[in-house]
C-alpha cells in the first residue's frame, strides 16, 4: 500500500480488518456476483491497452507454458464459488502468515 507516513497504521488496521472479514464470512451470492462484475470490467478495460495484454500473455507463456485468453479467463471467474473464496481465504489471509515491508524516502 502506497500512503503518507502518518497513515500507515490506520491502513494496516483496514488491511487487516478486511482479510478478517474475509476469514470469517463468506461472501453473499449479491456481493458475489458484483464482485465478478466488477473484476470482467477491470479486465474488459484492461484489454484496451494492448501492452498490457502482450504482457499478460508472455507472462503466462513463461510461467505455464499458455495463453489464458479473456473468455477463458471471464469464464474461470465467473465458475469461482462463496465457498473456494472463503477456503483460499483462510489459508492465504492468515495474520501469522504476513510481514510488513515499510520503505520510505527519507
Known sequence: VGTEAQNIDKCLS????EFKKLREKKFSPVMLAAAKRQYVGQLTLMQENRLSVML?????????????????????????????????AN????????????????
Not at 483496514?14 to 480488518?17: D, E, F, P
Not at 489459508?91 to 527519507?106: A, G, I, Q, V, W
Open 14 to 17: 483496514l488491511i487487516h480488518k
Open 56 to 88: 499478460s500473455y508472455g507472462k503466462g507463456l513463461l510461467l505455464s507454458g499458455s495463453v489464458v485468453t479473456f473468455d477463458e479467463l471471464a469464464k474461470r471467474i465467473e465458475n469461482v464459488k462463496a465457498e473456494e473464496l472463503f477456503e483460499t
Open 91 to 106: 489459508k492465504l489471509l492468515r495474520p501469522e502468515d504476513h510481514f510488513t515491508l515499510e520503505m520510505s524516502n527519507r
